[in-house]
């Protein structure tokens, strides 16, 4: 309301004064003034209004929308904080409602504890005993969904057959990415052509895998019974030969070759899985120069076997042949000898160190060993037809992959949405097999721990380990190359040696995509009469 004023003001008083200055003089006696016209700082629309009562009412009120303006800002900064949070640190995200770890932290994810269990496979171990068959945690700002147990791989495996899991992580680790992605049913041939590849090399140098293994025999049986033998050293140079002679050709009958092929080859897969994952290859620069400079000379040479193979006829047919008799680019047949000859290489070796082994770890199992192939084979010589007919030899070398968890992991991109028991797998995790884990549940296996080829007798045993990708029509194609050599090599050690232990030896294993010994496996050897 406004204010009735005189025509002319009357002379100012003191206390008019102080009124207009904001500072009311409480006289005795003398009492306020009922209202004052003022020019309000909050409503300057109404400049000529009042305020009921002082200036003392009008800052109070000032002070109270300043109040509220400070909430306000204060509310939106906290929204906005915790936005970035649940943005930035995957800490905050869920894992679709999957048990499992949240990130130690904000950059790596779960890489620290990874590291301190030792090994990817280890970390799963304590991951899967403490949360279950399926559980999660990050990798970096990925999520990734780990499986282990066989039941609920049936769930995951059945509708994602497209590609097998140990070649993906092997082609993601070198970062080669034709075949991982694309057409589905490109895939598929691409992958029968790799199969046959690998079944037709087999048939044509069966003669030279038996040659390798004999002169492998006749060293050992020079050796005088006492001497130590360090079979990873020599079942690696045996597995270098056979692979590189049956995937590439003749030219790798020269040890000078083999030599330099096995120097690129352990410089690359001393970094496949562990350099990788722990992240020290690109904190190293003389480390990541040398794994460069090895993948670019051995690339080199399989291009050069490229060309000189396309379009000619030769006696004996390699895997090499096959990847060119298909309708493939230079750089996906460069990429598929690749694998096959690294992958090739460490699964041979490390099937055949560790069947090795456990022969000397039970003198029951190798002289069960030694009367099938004595009974199939007698005195005539192994044919690629009787390799059939060594039931018990094939059980030996499963229950080798098994007891060993020869290949601990295995991956799939789960490239749409899907669902495992009742947790829903969000589109683009990955999805490791936690291999190592299924091959000793207690669940799954009697005495998991035990040596024992006998359990593959049973039918159930066999199926299950079909499922997992170790045999049957979902077997790696590496692993299927290892199982032929590790026969012929076996069948001929046993009919001609006893295989020892060395006393107070004790064997560590080191987990990374293919397991082997931390240290150097020693045995012993002695005629048989």
């Known amino acids: 309301r406004r204010a009735e004023l005189p025509a002319r003001p009357p002379p100012r008083s003191s206390a008019a004064v102080s009124a207009r200055r904001g500072r009311p003089q409480a006289a005795a006696g003398r009492a306020a003034p009922r209202s004052i016209a003022l020019v309000c700082p909050i409503r300057p629309q109404s400049c000529r209004s009042t305020c009921a009562g002082t200036w003392r009412a009008c800052g109070a009120a000032r002070t109270g929308w300043a109040m509220l303006d400070f909430a306000i800002f204060a509310v939106t900064f906290l929204l906005i904080l915790v936005g970035a949070v649940l943005y930035l640190y995957p800490a905050s995200r869920q894992a679709s409602g999957i048990p499992g770890m949240t990130p130690t932290d904000e950059k790596d994810g779960n890489l620290p504890d990874i590291v301190t269990s030792g090994s990817l496979h280890e970390f799963l171990v304590n991951l899967h005993e403490k949360y279950g068959p399926v559980v999660s945690f990050w990798f970096g700002r990925r999520l990734v969904v ?173 895997f090499i042949d096959s990847l060119l008799q298909g309708n493939l680019s230079d750089k996906q047949i460069l990429e598929d000898t690749m694998i096959f000859s690294l992958a090739g290489c460490v699964i041979t070796a490390n099937l055949c160190t560790w069947a090795v082994y456990f022969l000397t770890t039970s003198e029951e199992v190798q002289q069960n060993l030694y009367k099938e192939v004595d009974r199939v084979l007698g005195k005539g010589p192994l044919t690629h037809e009787k390799i059939e007919q060594l039931r018990y030899c094939r059980q030996v070398l499963c229950e080798t992959v098994r007891t060993a968890k020869l290949t601990p992991i295995a991956a799939r991109l789960q490239e749409l949405e899907g669902r495992i028991d009742q947790h829903i797998i969000p589109k683009e995790t990955l999805v490791l097999y936690a291999l190592g884990v299924v ?58 040696l006893y295989l020892h232990p060395v006393k107070g030896q004790v064997m560590e294993t080191k987990y990374e995509l293919v397991t082997s010994p931390k240290e150097e496996a020693w045995i012993t050897v002695s005629k048989r009469s």
């Open 439 to 496: 091959l000793q549940d207690s669940s799954a296996w009697a005495s998991p721990y035990k040596f024992d080829p006998d359990r593959f007798s049973d039918e159930s045993a066999m199926k299950n380990f079909s499922l997992l990708g170790f045999s049957g029509s979902q077997e790696c194609p590496e692993l299927r190359f290892a199982y032929m050599v590790a026969t012929v090599l076996l069948s001929m050690l046993v009919r001609k």
């Open 146 to 318: 780990s499986v282990g147990s066989i039941d609920l791989l049936k769930q995951h495996i059945n509708p994602n057959r497209t590609s097998d899991p140990f070649e993906m992580m092997l082609k993601s680790l070198l970062r080669y990415q034709s075949g991982l992605s694309g057409d589905a049913g490109e895939s598929h041939l691409r992958k029968k052509l790799y199969e046959n590849g690998v079944t037709k090399s087999l048939q044509s140098n069966f003669a030279v895998i038996q040659k390798l293994s004999e002169e492998l025999l006749a060293k050992w049986l020079s050796f005088p019974e006492s001497q130590h033998v360090p079979l990873c050293q020599h079942m690696l140079g045996f597995a270098m030969k056979s692979v590189t002679q049956t995937a590439m050709g003749s030219s790798f009958e020269d040890d000078r070759e083999v030599i330099r092929f096995r120097r690129n080859h352990d410089a690359i897969w001393a970094e496949i899985g562990k350099g990788f994952l722990d992240g020290s290859l690109d904190k190293s620069m003389t480390r990541k120069k040398l794994y460069e400079d090895a993948l670019m000379e051995m690339e080199s040479v399989l291009k050069k076997i490229t060309k000189e193979r396309r379009g000619r006829s030769l006696n004996r047919h390699v």
